[in-house]
Nanobody, 118 residues
């Protein structure tokens, strides 16, 4: 049984920082690619950042230079360090994992709310 649990969201002022975490159960972490998505009210879910099983990263243009995605295989945890936050970053942030060893499968977390407001 694979489960993803996000944490670290909350209310922060513009220019502030947050670090999101995604803990994965199920012994699939090391051979999987992971990503963060976000979804604002009335908008489609969109990719924020992704990291491959070997550490290659990709960022949406809107967060390039402000956010950093990373993973800790020993803790089965993925992180999203968010700096210089803007009101337009306000959204629910979702963790996704894609298995690469054996059948390709995708799993999603339940999301964590990030609100950037004065």
């Amino acid at each position: 049984q694979v489960q993803l649990v996000e944490s670290g969201g909350g209310l922060v002022q513009p220019g502030g920082s947050l670090r999101l975490s995604c803990v994965v159960s199920g012994s699939i972490f090391v051979n999987s690619a992971m990503a963060w998505y976000h979804q604002a009210p009335g908008k489609q879910r969109e990719l924020v950042a992704r990291i491959s099983n070997i550490g290659n990263t990709h960022y949406a243009d809107s967060v390039q230079g402000r956010f950093t995605i990373s993973r800790d295989n020993a803790k089965n945890t993925m992180y999203l360090q968010m700096n210089s936050l803007k009101p337009e970053d306000t959204a629910v942030y979702y963790c996704k994992i894609t298995t690469l060893l054996g059948p390709l499968r995708e799993y999603w977390g339940q999301g964590t709310q990030v609100t950037v407001s004065s």
